[in-house]
């Protein structure tokens, strides 16, 4: 286990991975290749958490499940496989940014991206950031980033993980995860299937049918799949060209409210398609990376699944990005970025149009004494649409003592109006202007070889928020408009812990959690922000006895309101829900097999995310996690 | 062992977290009368679903949430409209697809109407039939219909199919007339139908008729909204004009309009005491009944989601973003003065003044 002690001290990565991915980390250090290194080598004075192989496996419904009990991320879904938003720290989805191997994939049309509306499954690393990150990953990145990242190795390797599971409601979930290659070159092929009757019981004793029977979650099956294929070749060895292509396809309907789910008949079609190649020159202390990146979004919303009538859009966006670093033996490192889009956006109401961004980011980092090292970046965009800010960051890392580490982080983010909120027909406001927020963040983080905790305190004002009022424009009267006319504070801290215990050779507990406390407020009306839990906790403890291992999974969420002034009775209660499971590990030289049996919301209690949907009673699932190599 | 004591431990802290949560489903329900005063429906939004109001005539007392106190159950989004008979109301929920019939003093619930229906809008009574507005699938223009109910049952008996986007129902002498405000797109008709025979017969009305009162001559008062028009690129490119327009019943033909000015769209229309009340942009005029023209000031300036007129009393209730409360707003009409005001259901839209 010593090499996980280094391992752990060598930058900002959370801890519990010592049995999952050991593997990983090591040869993350010589022969992997990621196409954002940012996130993990530079992000100076934030909190990571990463999500393992092995969290996915046990939360593996879709993304929302999956984030929702493993991160310290507020999720919000209309209904289990709905339409599904997060938030960091009481802020909006749209100021929740998700990258794909670095780049930002929130949506054109709400500059959001729908948890259930993305595949996640095959990413060799899933990694929850907590804080804003514009500067780096652009418009979006207030509250936090969620960074989905694939992994080319470099060696003679071949390794296959299929993950499959069946459960309660016909729900199954399938990924496939291969990689293959030589020092030379390297393939990586992932697919993923998820599907869903969804149909369970509305659990909720006030709402029954007239035989006094549950009603069900109608309309709310859903299935996607999805493709992914990287490649890459090492020239020689200090350059490398890589590329990373994947390709996602939805189609689901949007489930039925209490009293009357019968009702519901919408459904959503959606189909992506991401493409990044990179080029990454490392020579003496000169670092270039050059990526071009062609990304397609579409949609297809159809108010009634049985016509053939639908609402569409689509997006295209080019990206062009050059960063070039330069850093002498243990000295300082000055680096210099330029990033160039042009995002092309239609939808059957809104012609076609286009927006061009140029940005330049100059940084500079150093270690200021042996214990101290700083970060601080400068970024200027230029935007066809509107004027963006110029933003800073000014971050820090003091290392207390061995394994003691003070970090600190301030800045400024912003969100750029999308497409809907300029150029809604007779809506649309084309004076709106970006969003901005400015951030400070102080934590504390020990990292020891079984203990690990990540704390952090922020705070944080977002200004000139874009909210949808009546009556805004005297122009088209009676109709909803976008303006920039609401500011919020945010302020809290989070904690991560994550311990692992040896009880002796073969067994072993372990616990991670993620507790955050938010108290996030409009400022003029002082009044708590909507659908925003002032504490939520997740946990997971679990005990391995050699090949046997159960767990127990705990989601625990305060009453959230629902209305912006803080109805009692507009209330949705607090919960605690418990997931618990049993497993089996079979393992010999080549294939590893763990077999698990889970048992979800084992209390069967009524908890729900939005007003009237229930999310599903104790339910059942079997799942198989087969590694070869 | 140490480490099953440790789980148990932790077992029995979870289990101690789960049962000390609040259970929200527990409402105290209460059994009051709501048979005099003023009800407030409120559409509802994903902030909270459709809810009802209640002031007493004397403002001494207001209640909120008054079917969830009544029933400890929630409506659902969004509640239309309230339609009432001599002893029953019945509440109209389009996107659930419902109509929940509930006793007129004690909003207990008696009866629901869930299948037959499709984004039913109004309702009105003759004898002991509902005519129910369906829009049918809102993006379809084809599919609209006027749902009659059977009040024995509540059950759907039949479907008269009319031109898209039903809105609001009265009955006069055997007629159903029917204002269609075209759903999500337009229209510009008015629907006459006989009871007896279900023929439906159109009227020519400027674009997207919606209020609708017969005056003291008992002739059809409509408003029609007007609407916007776009270019191809969804651009603004202009307006058709609204309307207060007079319907003959007799012969069923407009025997008078007055217009608004291209870009003006009165959107809430109210009668009492033969004078005829609007809302237009933020303000309310007055003419009389049988006015050619517009009023050239504004009686009450306040923007409004809903209006009605009792009692020389105006009440207004503005929605707001639909996001908190509304607002609800009594002025005397002799003295323009704002009388009362309090907070109301959210997304408050339609005002009731039971007598």
């Known amino acids: 286990m010593k090499l996980c002690n280094t391992i752990f001290l060598i930058g900002l990565f959370c801890g519990l991975k010592t049995t999952a991915q050991t593997d990983s980390i090591q040869r993350l250090e010589t022969v992997v290749l990621v196409a954002d290194k940012y996130v993990k080598q530079k992000v100076t004075g934030q909190k990571i958490i990463a999500i393992t192989a092995k969290d996915i496996a046990q939360n593996n419904n879709n993304p929302t499940e999956t984030l929702r009990f493993n991160s310290p991320i507020a999720i919000r879904d209309t209904g289990n496989g709905g339409a599904s938003s997060a938030r960091f720290r009481g802020t909006s989805a749209s100021n929740t940014a998700f990258l794909w191997n670095g780049i930002n994939i929130n949506n054109f049309g709400l500059g959001q991206t729908d948890l259930n509306g993305i595949s996640i499954a095959t990413s060799d690393e899933i990694l929850v950031k907590s804080g804003g990150g514009s500067i780096k990953y652009g418009s979006g990145a207030i509250g936090g980033t969620v960074h989905l990242n694939d992994f080319l190795y470099y060696k003679d390797h071949q390794k296959v993980q299929v993950l499959s599971s069946y459960g309660s409601f016909n729900t199954t979930s399938n990924v496939v995860n291969a990689h293959v290659g030589t020092q030379k070159w390297s393939f990586k092929l992932g697919t993923t299937y998820h599907q869903s009757a969804n149909d369970y019981d509305l659990i909720d004793d006030r709402y029954k049918d007239k035989e006094g029977k549950f009603l069900k979650n109608e309309n709310g099956a859903y299935q996607n799949y999805s493709f992914n294929l990287s490649g890459g070749y090492q020239i020689n060895p200090f350059s490398t060209l890589q590329f990373y292509s994947t390709w996602y396809r939805g189609d689901r309907l949007f489930s039925g409210a209490l009293p009357n789910p019968s009702a519901a008949d919408e459904k959503y079609k959606d189909a992506n398609q991401r493409n990044l190649l990179t080029w990454d020159w490392q020579k003496k202390h000169w670092h270039h990376l050059l990526k071009t990146a062609y990304l397609t979004q579409e949609y297809r919303y159809y108010e009634n699944k049985n016509k053939h009538n639908y609402d569409y859009g689509n997006s295209t966006t080019y990206i062009a990005n050059y960063d070039v670093s330069y850093k002498k033996n243990g000295g300082t490192r000055f680096s210099w970025s330029t990033d160039l889009q042009r995002i092309e956006g239609e939808t059957n109401q809104i012609s076609k149009k286009n927006r061009e961004q140029f940005a330049v980011v100059l940084g500079v980092e150093s270690e200021l004494c042996e214990r101290l090292n700083y970060h601080i970046e400068l970024k200027k965009e230029w935007n066809s649409d509107f004027r963006v800010p110029v933003i800073a960051s000014l971050a820090g890392e003091f290392n207390l003592k061995k394994n003691h580490k003070v970090l600190l982080n301030l800045g400024t983010n912003y969100r750029v109006p999308s497409f809907n909120d300029l150029y809604w027909p007779g809506q649309g406001n084309l004076n709106l202007r970006p969003e901005t927020a400015k951030q400070i963040e102080l934590g504390y983080q020990v990292i020891h070889q079984n203990l690990t905790i990540k704390s952090t305190l922020f705070w944080m004002d977002v200004d000139d928020k874009i909210v949808w009022v009546p009556n805004a424009n005297l122009a088209t009267p009676n109709a909803w408009s976008p303006m920039n006319i609401e500011a919020s504070y945010h302020q809290g801290g989070e904690l991560f812990l994550g311990w692992k215990y040896w009880i002796h050779q073969k067994s072993n507990v372990q616990l991670t959690t993620n507790y955050t406390f938010t108290d996030a407020k409009n400022e003029k009306t002082n009044k708590m922000l909507i659908f925003v839990p002032q504490h939520l906790l997740n946990a997971k403890f679990s005990y391995q006895l050699k090949k046997w291992d159960v767990y127990l999974q705990n989601l625990t969420q305060s009453s959230v309101y629902t209305s912006e002034d803080n109805l009692e009775q507009l209330q949705l209660g607090g919960f605690g829900i418990f997931n618990a499971g049993l497993g089996c590990q079979l393992t010999d030289k080549k294939h590893q097999i763990h077999l698990g049996l889970s048992v979800k919301n084992l209390t069967n209690q009524l908890y729900q995310f939005s007003r009237l949907r229930p999310m599903p009673g104790r339910n059942y699932q079997i799942n198989i996690n087969y590694k070869f190599n | ?355």
């Open chain 2, 1 to 355: 062992m140490k480490i099953t004591k440790l789980f148990l431990q932790f077992l029995s802290i979870a289990i101690l977290v789960v049962s000390c949560q609040d259970d929200d489903s527990s409402v105290e329900m209460v059994n009051r009368d709501y048979s005099k005063g003023v009800l407030i429906s409120g559409e509802g939004s994903s902030a909270g679903t459709g809810s009802i109001s209640y002031v007493a005539t004397d403002r001494s007392v207001k209640y909120q949430f008054i079917y969830l106190s009544a029933n400890g159950v929630e409506l659902g989004t969004f509640l239309q409209s309230i339609a009432f008979t001599e002893d029953n109301a019945y509440l109209i929920v389009d996107n659930a697809n419902t109509v929940t019939m509930v006793d007129k003093a004690t909003f207990i619930k008696k009866g629901e109407i869930t299948t037959g229906l499709q984004t039913p809008r109004y309702m009105t009574v003759v004898n002991n039939n509902a005519y129910v507005s369906n829009w049918g699938d809102p993006f379809s223009e084809a599919d609209d219909f006027i749902a009659v109910v059977d009040l024995t049952n509540n059950s759907v008996v039949k479907k008269i199919a009319v031109s898209n986007g039903p809105e609001q129902v009265i009955a006069k002498n055997g007629k159903l007339y029917v204002s269609h405000k075209g759903a999500y797109t337009y229209n510009n008709v008015v629907s006459v139908i006989d009871l007896t025979t279900d023929v439906v017969t159109e009227i020519e009305v400027e674009d997207n008729p919606d209020e609708m009162f017969f005056n003291n001559n008992g002739n059809l008062v409509v408003l029609s909204e007007g609407r916007l028009l776009y270019n191809a690129d969804y651009t603004v490119g202009g307006h058709t004009i609204g309307a207060i327009q007079t319907i003959d019943i007799a012969t069923n033909t407009v025997s008078r309009s007055v217009t608004f000015e291209e870009g003006v769209h009165p959107s809430l229309m109210a009668f009492s005491n033969d004078q005829i009340f609007y809302y237009t942009n933020g303000n309310v005029y007055k003419i009389a009944e049988n006015a050619t023209s517009l009023a050239t000031e504004a009686l009450i300036s306040k923007t409004l989601s809903g209006m009605a007129v009792s009692n020389n009393e105006l009440h207004g209730v503005d929605a707001g973003a639909y996001k908190a409360q509304g607002d609800y707003y009594i002025y005397d009409l002799d003295s323009g003065e704002e009388i009362y005001t309090s907070k109301v259901a959210l997304g408050a839209a339609k005002i009731y003044v039971l007598e």
